[in-house]
């Protein structure tokens, strides 16, 4: 049953409000400035009314990314977009640092840090104050603009199969098929036609490392990463924790990943992986396909988190009808899936590329996971309780993913197809983790040394490459193909150092699902209350919420991946 959503009624800013210019947005700042303080309510009032002034910002801000992501064609689109980054924010911005500098002046600021709430929103903005530097305005706007020709770039991109252009997420599906002829063909295709880019995204590249190694500079950084560190506002763990992973990840999580692809392996009678052969099903059957198209991948979702809790499919019937969601793949839609927090009137859009493949499904019950994270945050006092640290943000999703899997028989009325739905979701969490490991040493090593070459790039991804190699793939005569594979990781182009996030939610995730399969309900309500937090405790004690641990260890994560050997074993065919 879908929920009556209304928009909150603004108190402080006018339902009429058109934001087609600075100006029409310039007298909120000044407003909010000027303002005199005497006394704690009007602080509060302060607060809750740039609250509000931040939820219209950025949901005008989402709207414009979503269309734009949409169809990225559309030439008006990319430009209603651009003219925000370029034109509003770059104004907006020394308003924001000067309403930081008020909001700590008073001595009601340091009141309420006794409130956990406020006082993990206060550190935030003690951050934003210190990492404020006037000039990097207009390099942060140039970056925010140039970051988005990635999503152009990798828009455009289609093969064409049998008479036919399509995306690039409909050609990797064709990777499962049992003919090994197909498979690499397409493979080829698909390496030939992101050939085509490699000079232009590197070049891309470059040239945002550069300006965000000068934004770092600026702001009395030794480099961009420990910059980000500052800005992501990593307060719970430190970039040695980001090295134990790293570590972690080739000595616990390798081994276990050769034994699973050395089993296929030994199931194709091969000795060694061509790399189209690294999807495909061992037994010879084709793809799962759970779905016909996005209208039955929302019925049966929604199908899936009535058997979980009636309040999750609630959330995406409310969604559909209020048609914040865009779920089929086509020609021109940027690549990916996300889910976008909208603040003010706080029901989120999902968006992705479905193209009938059981990925498609767990993108799906992810993104399904943050939304249903949105509606649990939007009664908040602030928006900035709502915005989420990325490490809580996707343990709501990746549990999902995992949670939901019990109800997968909506997808497959075949006990075997189901059977293999699990373990592939399986084999994919965990084979994922190598790769999340090797992006994020990756833009370590990127950032550590911003004057790199190209070419000294390519050497040190095929380093890495092999680090976090199985060996168990033979790439001879495609080495070119391996060294330039960086470049289809949006991550690295539009939100540097957001990916090592995934890992860390997942381990929590995992250990989520493993208390789900000793109780069930105990489970879904500590998830739910973990979520209904939003921002207002620290990432420790959310996971702890959550009833899971937010650790780094060799011996944490050895334990997680015991657990899921034994799960694998379980569900093996």
């Known amino acids: 049953m879908s929920m009556e959503i209304n928009k909150p009624k603004r108190e402080f800013i006018s339902e009429n409000l058109k934001i087609d210019s600075w100006e029409s947005i310039k007298e909120y700042y000044q407003n909010l400035l000027a303002r005199k303080i005497s006394t704690s309510e009007e602080f509060e009032k302060w607060l809750i009314d740039r609250s509000e002034l931040d939820a219209v910002m950025e949901e005008n801000a989402a709207w414009r990314y979503i269309k734009m992501t949409i169809d ?147 702001a009395g950084f030794k480099n961009y990463r420990d910059y980000m560190f500052q800005a992501l506002g990593r307060f719970d763990y430190t970039k040695e924790n980001c090295f134990e992973f790293h570590t972690t990840v080739k000595k616990s999580i390798i081994p276990l990943i050769k034994k699973i692809h050395q089993k296929r392996l030994d199931q194709l009678g091969i000795n060694k992986f061509k790399p189209w052969d690294t999807e495909v099903d061992p037994l010879g059957r084709g793809p799962l396909h759970p779905f016909t198209d996005g209208k039955d991948l929302l019925e049966k979702t929604q199908k899936v988190f009535q058997k979980m809790d009636p309040y999750f499919a609630d959330c995406l019937e409310t969604m559909d009808l209020m048609g914040y969601l865009d779920l089929d793949s086509k020609k021109g839609k940027a690549p990916g899936g996300y889910n976008y927090p909208l603040y003010e009137i706080g029901v989120p859009f999902i968006f992705m590329n479905a193209v009938g493949s059981q990925k498609d499904l767990v993108t799906m019950v992810h993104e399904g996971g943050h939304a249903i994270h949105s509606f649990l945050t ?163 004690n959310i996971y702890k919420t959550a009833g899971v641990s937010f650790d780094f260890s060799e011996t944490y994560i050895s334990s997680v991946m015991d657990f899921v050997s034994k799960e694998l074993e379980i569900n093996a065919l």
């Not at 199969?161 to 990797?172: P, W």
């Not at 990746?398 to 006990?415: A, C, G, I, Q, T």
């Not at 991550?491 to 995730?509: D, N, R, S, T």
């Open 72 to 218: 990225t064609s559309n030439e008006e689109l990319t430009k209603d977009y651009t003219f925000f980054v370029s034109e509003i924010q770059p104004k907006a911005s020394p308003y924001e640092d000067l309403l930081n500098k008020k909001m700590v002046e008073y001595d009601f600021f340091e009141e309420l840090k006794s409130d956990q709430a406020y006082s993990i929103y206060f550190r935030s903005i003690a951050t934003s104050l210190a990492l404020y530097r006037e000039k990097n305005i207009p390099l942060e706007a140039e970056i925010n603009e140039k970051s988005q020709i990635f999503g152009a770039i990798s828009g455009a991109q289609t093969i064409e199969h049998l008479g036919e252009q399509i995306t690039m997420q409909k050609a990797s599906s064709l990777l499962k098929d049992p003919d090994g002829e197909l498979r690499k063909q397409i493979f080829l295709k698909i390496a030939t036609r992101r050939k085509d880019d490699i000079f232009e995204l590197d070049n891309l590249y470059s040239d945002l490392v550069a300006m965000r190694h000068e934004v770092a500079i600026n």
């Open 378 to 540: 939007r009664d908040l006092k602030l928006t900035g309780f709502k915005n989420l640290p990325s490490e809580v943000a996707e343990l709501a999703s990746m549990s999902m993913e995992l949670l939901s899997m019990k109800y997968w028989d909506v997808f497959y009325d075949n006990p075997v197809e189901l059977k293999r739905a699990i373990q592939d979701q399986l084999e994919s969490v965990i084979t994922i983790l190598p790769w999340i490991a090797q992006v994020d040493e990756f833009q370590h090593w990127v950032y550590e040394n911003p004057t790199h070459t190209i070419n000294e790039r390519k050497i040190k991804w095929v380093q890495l490459s092999e680090a976090y190699s199985t060996g168990l793939v033979d790439w001879e005569e495609y080495e070119d193909i391996r060294t330039y594979s960086w470049q289809k990781q949006m991550h690295l182009f539009e939100v540097p150092f957001y990916y090592i996030e995934y890992g860390i939610a997942q381990l929590g995730a995992l250990s989520l699902w493993k208390n789900s399969i000793d109780n069930e309900e105990n489970a879904l309500n500590s998830y739910k209350n973990a979520l209904k937090l939003g921002y207002t405790q620290s990432i420790p």
